[in-house]
């Protein structure tokens, strides 16, 4: 073979998150509604539990899968939890917000100003994945960050 083949497929980034949780169909499903997800693939095995599917939100893939216990692969509910939140730009971080809770996700962190210049917060979906949701507002120096930081550990706004 004399064509040279990508390192890093079409349409993928450096870093593809690869999500586990218990139920991958409604999983995907409910991305759908939340964030705008679209599905690009799925690979059922014999017992029906997904295997491998890919989807798109915005300019990025994620790939996910069933928990399947039986080989270690296990999901955020069976774990207690998720120690990883999924981060997302978008353009307008109210609308997505609005759209991410009337689709089932539930808030844990509120969507507020925050000092290092987004509009940023986070919920949980069903299957215990956290996301992340923020649009970018203000560019600030690392320096304006910290300080930003210190006044809001000290009391104040954000």
Known sequence: ????VNPIPE???TV???LVCEGAAEALA???RAFGAVELGRMPGPDGKIMHAEMRIGDSRIMLADDFPEYGSRG???LGGSTVAIHLYVPDADAAWAQALAAGATP???LEDAFWG???GQVVDPFGHRWSIA???RDLTMEQIQQGMQDMMQGGQP
């Open 1 to 4: 073979m004399t064509d040279a």
């Open 11 to 13: 349409g993928f980034r």
């Open 16 to 18: 593809t998150p690869h």
């Open 30 to 32: 409910f991305y759908a």
């Open 76 to 78: 955020p509910k069976a």
């Open 108 to 110: 844990v962190m509120p």
């Open 118 to 120: 987004d509009r940023y």
């Open 135 to 137: 649009t970018h507002r």
